[in-house]
């Protein structure tokens, strides 16, 4: 099992900077995928940014061509993920959640309840 709790969250006018923690505990040693994903008012949840233990990273917003405002990392030592997000526009608005994603011994998604960010102009 493995809990994921999410903090950082705030409301802050649009072009500025947050950035979002999730501390991990219990067993991680088989998650192969730590992403942040967004769920925006009346939207389904999706995924904003992921990462894979070896550093791999996969970011929507570059992967669909527009700039990168968002970095994720790892602590690996204190079992922290950040999400480091600058220029941040209005539909950033939503409910951030830390997910960790194992394969084995079969497929598992691990949840936090999230943390809300509001971007205001």
């Known amino acids: 099992q493995v809990q994921l709790v999410e903090s950082g969250g705030a409301s802050v006018q649009s072009g500025r900077s947050l950035k979002l923690s999730c501390a991990a505990s219990?067993?991680?040693?088989?998650?192969?995928?730590w992403g942040w994903y967004r769920q925006a008012p009346g939207k389904q949840r999706e995924l904003v940014i992921s990462?894979?233990?070896?550093?791999?990273?996969?970011?929507?917003e570059q992967q669909e061509g527009r700039a990168a405002r968002f970095v994720i990392y790892r602590d690996s030592v204190k079992n922290m993920l950040y999400l480091q997000m600058s220029d941040l526009k209005a539909e950033d608005t939503g409910v951030y959640f830390c997910?960790?994603?194992?394969?084995?011994?079969?497929?598992?998604?691990?949840w936090g309840r999230g943390t809300q960010v509001t971007v205001t102009s």
């Open positions: 997910n960790a994603a194992e394969l084995r011994p079969y497929m598992t998604d691990y």
């Open positions: 219990g067993d991680i040693s088989r998650i192969v995928v």
């Open positions: 990462i894979k233990p070896d550093g791999e990273i996969y970011d929507v």
